[in-house]
């Protein structure tokens, strides 16, 4: 598998532009969200996201500084997710390092991420890319539907195949479909590339979160340990849903209980997890999981083989590989 570090060859000097023009953005003359912002740069993850902007618009043509604000605009966003998701969650750890409300508390994480939403959208405007701004959005907005319906459903664990589906979808792969539609619009695409690179985007981003369930399971981990945390946070992932489709009704019915007591029951979770790793669930997962890839190989088909088109199926396929 190729590393992030060979995908990025081809646009590997406009990322390297990027991530001191994100640094210069983010700067503010108020001390604290100043030192606040200073923290979350140094801790920056992959920044596949912004990858994925440079890539497709590669794939379009030539980078410009239309595709620099767009990757500023997303990453943006995209962060601004992370610090409202680890106050939604109550999570003091992000990537390993303690988060924005762990150190900073709740109130001002949340006017962190604020912060981070509304200068994505003015970054946006300063550069009068309204393209960008409608498409980005979308996202936000189905992020937002994508969340809340998780919590509804996770409540009365009711979820099927399709319900999830449609909320990996809107949670998930709304962003990274925003990420290459973007890619695409700041190259002058017109109306039909950008919606063909949405298409391709949320194919990659639903094929990123079964990999994130199979990864809780301990599937492709280095270490090979399961964590059972979306179990642990009665969150139906694919190769439970598939699990349960398939056990007879007394099994199934358990398994429900075994979910219910999850978060405060440690014995209920391994009980859960063994009977997912023992069924069919993982390899139904992964089983679609490379049907998407599939699927989204096919879009790039259409498109003259090159640098950037065979780094996109790259980064496609490292974001089903990886092992964290």
């Not at 640094?23 to 100043?34: A, F, G, H, I, W």
């Not at 996202?139 to 994508?146: I, R």
């Not at 890839?293 to 974001?319: C, P, S």
Request: charged share 30%; hydrophobic share 40%.
């Amino acid at each position: 598998m190729p590393s992030l570090k060979e995908i990025q060859a081809p646009v590997r000097k406009d990322m390297q532009v990027f991530s001191g023009h994100f640094r210069e953005v983010l700067r503010s003359d108020v001390p604290l969200l100043d030192t606040i912002m200073r923290y979350i740069v140094k801790r920056k993850g992959k920044q596949m996201r912004p990858l994925f902007v440079f890539l497709t618009a590669k794939l379009h043509g030539e980078v410009v500084e239309k595709t620099h604000t767009a990757a500023s605009l997303i990453e943006m966003l995209h962060t601004a997710t992370l610090v409202h998701d680890d106050v939604v969650d109550e999570s003091d750890k992000r990537r390993g390092f303690f988060s924005i409300q762990a150190l900073w508390k709740k109130k001002v994480a949340v006017l962190v991420g604020d912060y981070l939403l509304s200068r994505g959208l003015l970054t946006a405007v300063d550069a009068e890319a309204f393209d960008l701004l409608k498409l980005t959005s979308r996202a936000v907005k189905e992020m937002s539907e994508g969340e809340l319906l998780q919590i509804e459903k996770a409540r009365r664990l009711d979820i099927t195949e399709d319900v999830y589906f449609e909320i990996i979808r809107r949670k998930t792969a709304s962003l990274i479909a925003a990420c290459c539609a973007c890619g695409a619009a700041s190259t002058g695409g017109d109306s039909d590339q950008v919606d063909v690179m949405w298409k391709f985007g949320e194919k990659t981003g639903l094929a990123f979160q079964i990999k994130d369930d199979l990864l809780d399971l301990g599937d492709g981990k280095r270490t090979g340990k399961p964590t059972g945390q979306d179990i642990r946070e009665r969150k139906l992932t694919l190769p439970l849903i598939h699990t349960l489709q398939v056990a007879d009704g007394s099994s199934r019915r358990r398994l429900l209980k075994l979910v219910k007591r999850a978060p405060k029951d440690p014995e209920a979770v391994r009980e859960v997890m063994d009977a997912v790793l023992n069924g069919p669930g993982l390899k139904y997962a992964r089983e679609k999981m490379m049907v998407l890839r599939n699927e989204a190989v096919e879009i790039l088909n259409d498109f003259a083989d090159g640098e950037a088109k065979k780094a996109l199926i790259d980064m496609l396929d490292f974001t089903i590989q990886r092992s964290k």
